[in-house]
């Protein structure tokens, strides 16, 4: 079955920057979409950033779009988040996400429905 395991969370100062990674086990990399979501307290799940693990496209939340990179290594079946000029908005919960493969839904990569496993989350705490 298929897991997702985050790192790279942590407290962080105010305009500094950040690097998250997911790492998917369970089954073959390719063929799908993965996704960081973003939980604030109190609040929803937020896609931010998408990448499709075949031909590595990338998308972005209007939101963040400049200051987030996703990139992926698909030989370490990883993919990663650099997170630049952290302000107290991105702080929150981090999940990364996977559809099933071929689960990919034309312009809704950062929508939560189309989304199947989840990760545990990894917190990110800004210091200003």
């Known amino acids: 079955y298929v897991q997702l395991v985050e790192s790279g969370g942590g407290s962080v100062q105010a305009g500094g920057s950040l690097r998250l990674s997911c790492v998917l086990s369970?089954?073959?990399?390719?063929?799908?979409?993965m996704t960081w979501f973003r939980q604030a307290p109190g609040k929803g799940r937020e896609g931010v950033a998408a990448i499709r693990t075949t031909g590595a496209t990338t998308y972005y939340s209007d939101s963040v779009k400049g200051r987030l990179t996703i990139s992926q290594d698909s030989a370490r079946n990883t993919m990663t988040l650099l997170i630049d000029s952290l302000n107290p908005e991105d702080a929150g919960t981090y999940y990364c996400?996977?559809?099933?493969?071929?689960?990919?839904?034309?312009?809704?990569?950062?929508?939560?429905?189309?989304?199947?496993?989840w990760g545990q989350g990894t917190q990110v705490t800004v210091s200003s």
């Open positions: 996400a996977t559809t099933t493969r071929s689960g990919c839904v034309v312009r809704q990569e950062l929508s939560v429905g189309v989304y199947r496993y």
């Open positions: 369970g089954d073959a990399y390719s063929g799908r979409c």
